[in-house]
Structures are given as structure tokens and as C-alpha cells.
């Protein structure tokens, strides 16, 4: 299965704030998670020297993983300072890896027994021998699936009611709740009967809020002012570049988990709402925290998909400095409220 190159570089390490924060709102989930792991099965914990193994799904550079992987191993070495902690950093193979394990390895580097692994594969195949994971977690990455699957006028998909029932809404729609499917099957099949599998992953408030629309509205932004960029460089400016990303409300999510697709139990699911991109009196501050966090989220992408279309190298960097510097900055002061800091809804899922 072909999946588009995507590589987050330094660069997302450093501005993925609002990643960032949505990981760490959930650190007491999954610390909650994994105390109740200890709970239910002590001996898993206590009298074994079977490592206990980690994975997170979706690495990109590593450093969004390091809080909570810290927590997990404080709570594991409180009950046993001994066991073997196995952690493997998973993404597509076309991440920069070398970047992952040195910030995760030294993230990590006061803890003690504690193996880190990379594993470069797309996590709609199999990636782990069957029975094998004690807790596979992925924060901000289950909702990319391989390809995008029919044009859009956003830079990515939201299937607010008023998408879902359109034709391309219908396609994304199917295409997504099928690769969702495939994900939880993978998983069941490589978590042991313990184990546990924790999500969270960007999503849509149900009905749609006025922070997700006004999202939306950016994302029609960012997409028509790439495309302005294309053409000022008279380059074609064809409407799939869209990022094979979708945001949707719990109800999908939840759909695999009624009509039973495995045997997992969906045991808890919540939310976050917060600021994601601080709000500013001075208009600079806020546009440049924005188009840096856009960056890091879409130029490796638009980058690789202008290679793949027979742009040059030196035409994309062209286009690329042109779209964030200029066109970007200047059509978001002029739509969007520079003094209202951006939020973002995140959903969880155990
Ligand atoms: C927005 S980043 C999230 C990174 C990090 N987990 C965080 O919380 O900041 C999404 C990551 O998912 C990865 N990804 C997308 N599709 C994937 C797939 N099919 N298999 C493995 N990783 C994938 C991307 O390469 C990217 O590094």
C-alpha cells in the first residue's frame, strides 16, 4: 500500500505547540491507564522480567512522546525498578528516524534499563509480532490515512454534517472509517490480552463548534493562497493538494467499537479543548506563531507532493518562502481575529 511521503522534520519538533499541549492535557489519562494496568494484573508488573513494551505510533521527530513515556516509566519503576522497559518509536519510512531516536534516547537518558527500537512502516500494516505489546499509544496521527481520496477546497478534510453529505464528504468518509477499521484490527491482533490501546488524535466537536468552523475557514485559507502561490510562480494549480488528514467527531471513531470490529472494549473516550496558538495585541506575534505551525505541519508535504507533480526543487523552495512569508501571513491578518487565540478540539479514545 502506498502511502504519501510525509517527513516531520527539527523543525516540527520545535513548533508543534498545539501537539504539544494536546499530549500533555492527556498525560493523566494515560498515567490513569496504565496505574489501572497495575491494578488488574500486579504480577505483569512485580515478579516478571518480561520487558514491558511500548509503542508509539506516529513518532515524527520524538519529542511530543518524551512527557508521556517519562510518566510511564516513573509509575512502572515505583512497583518494579528492575523490569525492562522495550519502546518502539514507529512511523513511515520516510521519517527522519536518526532525529527520533536521538531526541527520544536523550529525553529519556536519566531512566535506567529502559530499550528504544524504531520501526519504519506504515501502521495500517502489521507491525508487531501477534500478542506481543503491552500499550500501544499514538498522539495527533490516526487521523492521516495513506492517500487523500478526492479533491477538497480545505488543506485538509473536516466532516462537519454539511461535508458528510456531499459526494466527496461520502468518499472521505468511507475511506477513513475503513482504514480506522484496519488500524483497530492490526492492533488487537499485536496488543496482549492485558494490553491496552490509547488515542488521541485531532477531531470535531459534534455539532460542529464555532472554534472548529472558524478552523475550517482557515483551512480554505491555507489551501486557496497555496494555490495563488502555484500560479504566481505559473505553475499548475490543481486542487489535490490536500493533506490525506480528517478531522471528524467521536461518533466515527465509535462506530468500529458498536459494530464490535474486534473484540476491544472501548473503555473511556474524552476531550480537550484549548488554546492552541496564544492569542496577541500585536498581530505579528500571533501570525508568526500560525504560519510556524503551519509550516511544520504541511511543507514537508506540499514539498514532496510539488516533486512528485515534476516541479523542481528550487521552483517548490520558491513557491514554498512565497506562500508562508508572504500570501499566508497577509490573507490570514485580513480573515482571521489575531487577538483570539486559535483552539483546537482533541479527542481521546482508550
Ligand atoms: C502530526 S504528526 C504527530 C507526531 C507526534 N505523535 C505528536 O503528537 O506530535 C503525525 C505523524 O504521523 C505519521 N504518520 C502518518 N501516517 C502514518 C502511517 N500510516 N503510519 C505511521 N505513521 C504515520 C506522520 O509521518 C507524522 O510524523
Known sequence: METEKVRMTQDYNQNSHAQRNSALCSITNITACVREMIEKNPDRFKNNELPFTIADLGCAGGNNAIPALDSIIILIREINPELPISIYLNDTPSNDFSLAMKTVNSGLEKHKNIWIYSTGKSFYEGLFPENSMDLIFSTSSVHWIPRSPAPLATMSCFLTDELAATPEGKIWEKEADQYWKLFLELRYKELRRDGRLFIITPGLSDPASEDDIRFVNQSLIWKSTFLEALKQFDLPAD???SLPIILRPLKYYK???????TEMQLLETFSTTHEQIEGDKDSKVYLSRLTNWIRAATSEFLKSKM??????????????DEYYNKKLMQSLLQEDDPQKPLKLYFLGLV
Do not use: F, H, P
Open 239 to 241: 486542487n489535490d493538494y
Open 255 to 261: 462506530k468500529a467499537a458498536e459494530d464490535k470490529t
Open 307 to 320: 516533486i512528485q507533480k515534476g516541479i523542481n526543487e528550487e521552483s517548490a523552495r520558491k513557491v514554498l
